[in-house]
């Protein structure tokens, strides 16, 4: 059966199946920094284009295989299957989106996605009616079960490493992978079995039917909705310039309205157009040879879907690097900040915060509970939804000195 599929719906079926999972991880990269209301429309949409690149693949390799010339397919079968898919990435997707995801979280998570894949490939198999019966090879299912749940949990392992560049495509190279090879696995333990010679018993069924060329044409409508969402994705999205950003915190730029005309072809110039900055503190005091300080910023820039907001200090609990930019968490969830790492820790103030792992910064005063973990540490930050960040080995003795813990131990 598998040696008589068109190699070039294959070839589509898979890029299709990745084309989605680009998008639907892209845009789930995006729940931690959004508003609560935008979370669920990011939640909704991220679920729509994977479920909608899931089951496209599945049909599109549906059309690529040698079925027999009477098949046709039953609607409610058919629609049932794009809501179990739709469902379960969904789940999937917010269990690992909210806070930091714990290994059982992640491997529940990848479960689910998985099995859920295959159940949405079996449904939408037995919407087929015809006058034949569909054997399977149990060997085969559990081989294509086991094919979605492990490279399924491993594209999500690689969408929480990094939410961007080559990590996002990575993780929607390995979520084609899961789709296309538990499909074409299933494929090649299924048979199709005539009806004569077993009393009868063919796939037939009441209900509304729609023909392979019915299929075919909704098929390649939802193509094009993939590519398209694909596409729309790329375009890159109108930022504040990071060092405009800087001086309005710092106090270099005047807080009144700004209002920048901008140039052509220069979006970015575009998007700072009647920004309103934050009161801060103007005072540069002079450092050595009578250079002037920067002031510890008072208020940090984070990034929401209608602008740039701005974050007190004091909230602040810690700042994590991801990629070019940091994910501020003020205790109840994460933002992400325009600022590298390195410039949020010079930005901040020293009195409050350190640098405690390559990748971490943490606020002192919040700092609720440290104990060791293998060959470094972590501590616990206070808040509604508590969180822990992990410590470096080399800096384990000047944290506990800056928390007072080895002048009591003296």
Not at 144 to 149: D, E, G, K, L, V
Not at 159 to 169: D, K, N, S, V
Not at 221 to 248: K, N, T, Y
């Amino acid at each position: 059966m598998f040696v008589g599929h068109n190699p070039y719906l294959v070839a589509l079926s898979v890029v299709i199946a990745i084309l989605g999972g680009y998008t639907g991880f892209g845009l789930a990269a995006r729940l931690r920094g959004a508003a609560h209301a935008s979370r669920r429309v990011l939640l909704a949409g991220a679920a729509c284009f994977l479920a909608v690149g899931i089951w496209t693949m599945h049909f599109v390799g549906m059309l690529a295989a040698p079925l027999p010339p009477d098949a046709s397919y039953l609607v409610l079968p058919t629609v049932v299957s794009f809501l179990i898919c739709a469902l379960v990435v969904g789940i999937s997707l917010f269990f690992v989106s909210i806070g930091e995801p714990s290994s059982a979280r992640l491997i529940s998570s990848a479960v689910l996605l998985g099995v859920g894949v295959v159940s949405m490939h079996y449904v939408g198999i037995h919407g087929l009616q015809g006058d034949f019966r569909l054997e399977h090879e149990h060997a085969m299912i559990v081989f294509s079960a086991a094919i979605a749940i492990g490279t399924a949990y491993g594209g999500l392992r690689i969408f929480l490493a990094q939410h961007g560049g080559a990590r996002l495509a990575l993780s929607a190279v390995a979520f084609g992978l899961a789709v296309s090879g538990m499909h074409y696995t299933a494929m090649y333990g299924m048979r199709f079995v005539p009806a004569e010679g077993l009393g009868g018993h063919a796939m037939t069924g009441g209900g509304l039917v729609a023909s392979s060329q019915v299929l075919a044409l909704i098929v390649a409508l939802l193509c094009f909705l993939i590519i398209a969402g694909f596409l729309l994705f790329l375009v890159p999205e109108p930022r504040p310039r990071a060092h405009m950003v800087q001086g309005v915190a710092n106090g270099l730029l005047p807080d009144e309205e700004m209002t920048i005309a901008p140039r052509d072809g220069d979006a970015a110039d575009a998007a700072l157009t009647a920004f309103r900055a934050p009161p801060v503190n103007k005072t540069l005091p002079l450092g050595g040879a009578g250079q002037p300080r920067p002031v510890p910023a008072s208020r940090l820039p984070v990034e929401g879907v209608d602008g740039t907001h701005f974050i007190d200090a004091a909230a602040i609990r810690s700042i994590k690097a991801d990629a070019h930019y940091t994910l501020i968490h003020d205790g109840g969830r994460e933002r992400m900040c325009t600022w590298s790492i390195s410039e949020a820790e010079a930005q901040l103030d020293p009195g409050n915060f350190m640098r405690v792992h390559r990748s971490h910064i943490v606020a002192i005063p919040h700092v609720t509970l440290i104990r060791r973990e293998g060959d470094g540490a972590v501590v616990e930050l206070d808040g509604p939804a508590p969180h822990l960040v992990p410590v470096s080995r080399a800096r384990i003795a000047e944290l506990k000195a800056r928390l007072g813990l080895l002048r009591r131990q003296a």
